[in-house]
């Protein structure tokens, strides 16, 4: 009888600590996870140019923002400016001169929607694998 309510105060435990859900730092792992598969499928796709001497390349600006409430964003860092310029290599841009008249237009890489297509299900998957882990933390109590 003494084992059964022991088993019973650890089960209840168990339903307590799920009911509570994932945390911040929980969802903020989990999202790390996510982001940086996003990352690792995303900078093969960013245009590299060798003729251009620059301090960071596009490239090399891509980071992982984290937020307070667990969430993760990717994007180009404010301090290389390359947000801009990405943005250029990825849409695309119409050439004008001063007077304003159009000569060409230049196609976009769209590198960032590539990514998001090839990492639809590896994101996901990376952020359940982290998830699993802390469910199972939860559950076993570790």
């Known amino acids: 009888m003494a084992n059964e309510v022991k088993n019973s105060d650890s089960f209840e ?4 600590d799920l009911a509570q859900g994932f945390g911040a ?14 990352v690792s499928i995303m900078k093969p796709k ?20 984290p937020h307070t409430n ?12 390359k ?8 849409d695309g841009w119409t ?8 000569h060409s237009h230049v196609s976009g890489k769209h590198f960032w929607e590539e990514t998001q297509n090839e990492a639809k299900g590896k994101v996901g ?8 882990v802390e469910m199972n933390k939860k559950v076993r109590g570790g």
């Open 83 to 90: 947000g801009y310029i990405g943005r250029f290599q990825n």
């Open 125 to 132: 998957q990376a952020v359940a694998e982290v998830l699993k």
């Open 95 to 102: 050439v004008k001169d001063k007077a304003g008249k159009i």
């Open 25 to 38: 730092s929980e969802r903020f792992a989990a999202n790390t996870a996510g982001a940086d598969v996003f």
């Open 46 to 65: 960013v245009p590299k140019r060798s003729d251009v001497d620059e301090k960071i390349h596009l490239r090399d600006a891509l980071i992982k923002v």
């Open 13 to 16: 435990k168990i339903l307590d």
């Open 70 to 81: 667990g969430s993760v964003d990717v994007g180009f860092s404010s301090k290389s400016d």
